[in-house]
């Protein structure tokens, strides 16, 4: 499994996938998301064998900082239609894989980054990870499940609160809210994450899948489609235009509700 941005590594049945653009903080460029797509639809559904996937980001500052912001320069309406799809069933394929995948949180996950570790099956977090959809300042609204997933977590209280103010939370505040399963000191998270993988390896796995399968058919998938519309709508405005350049350009946003 040969990637230009992600890295495979396999070791006694435990794949460990790392995202690895750690110059931009590993953002989700359209290259990135088409090789999560090849490993989660295909090249690692080869492997006998498989225990799990343990999910990380390159370096030590960051999981996934969101989708790459670079890239949004000239998106309309209907390629951010295509976009916010395209994520979300590249996350579906994560969130129904058949062995379990664990999100090892070793720095921020923001936006998409946030987004991505929700649609793992368990979430395992250094002390220094940070969380939030900051998407608001942006202009736009998170495209890959944030506004679902963040409520099947943290309940409608707290996941509206920060969805609307785009706020960041800390890793403690985070597993307290009920986004986290594990918190440890900064470096052990791969380890924690793996060795969730080898207790889950004990149990049959038919049984693993049919609890993958069970647990995630308790929720619709409604909420998915109206913000996959809802994230298209909000990239056709001015206001997105003027969020992308901003952060591009290193300063605050003028929003003008248009
Ligand atoms: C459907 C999904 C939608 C989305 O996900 S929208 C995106 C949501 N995510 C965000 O809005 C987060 C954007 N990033 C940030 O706010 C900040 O970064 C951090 C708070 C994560 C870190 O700040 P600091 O420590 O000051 O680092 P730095 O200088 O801002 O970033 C280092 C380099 O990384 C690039 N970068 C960071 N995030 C992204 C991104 N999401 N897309 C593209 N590039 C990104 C920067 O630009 C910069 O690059 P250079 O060194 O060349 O100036």
Not at 4 to 14: D, K, S
Not at 75 to 103: C, S, T
Not at 116 to 130: G, P, T, Y
Request: aromatic letters at 8%; a negative charge; proline letters at 3%.
């Amino acid at each position: 499994m040969t990637y230009q941005n992600l890295l495979a590594v396999e070791e006694n049945g435990i794949i460990t996938l790392t995202i690895n653009r750690p110059k931009a903080l590993n953002a989700l460029n359209q290259q990135t998301l088409k090789e999560l797509k090849q490993f989660f639809g295909q090249d690692a559904l080869a492997v006998e064998g498989l225990k799990g996937v343990v999910l990380t980001g390159a370096g030590p500052k960051s999981f996934v900082a969101g989708a790459d912001i670079s890239e949004f320069t000239g998106l309309d309406a209907q390629a951010g239609l295509e976009m916010a799809q395209h994520g979300q069933d590249i996350f579906f394929l994560i969130e129904e894989f058949k062995v379990p995948v664990v999100a090892a949180i070793n720095g921020f996950a923001l936006g998409g980054g946030c987004e991505l570790a929700m649609a793992c099956h368990l979430r395992v977090a250094s002390e220094k990870a940070r969380f939030g959809q900051p998407e608001v300042n942006l202009g736009i609204i998170p495209g890959y499940g944030g506004t679902q997933r963040l409520i099947q977590y943290l309940g409608k209280t707290k996941a509206i609160e920060l969805l609307m103010t785009g706020d960041m939370i800390k890793a403690e505040e985070a597993y307290r809210l009920g986004l986290l399963n594990y918190v440890t000191p900064a470096g052990e998270e791969v380890a924690k994450a793996k060795e969730l993988l080898e207790k889950i390896a004990t149990k049959a796995p038919i049984a693993i899948q049919k609890v993958i399968e069970c647990v995630n058919s308790h929720f619709s998938k409604g909420g998915f489609e109206k913000e996959v519309i809802e994230f298209a709508n909000a990239v056709n405005t001015e206001d997105f235009k003027e969020g992308a350049s901003a952060f591009l350009e290193k300063r605050a946003p003028n929003f003008k509700g248009h």
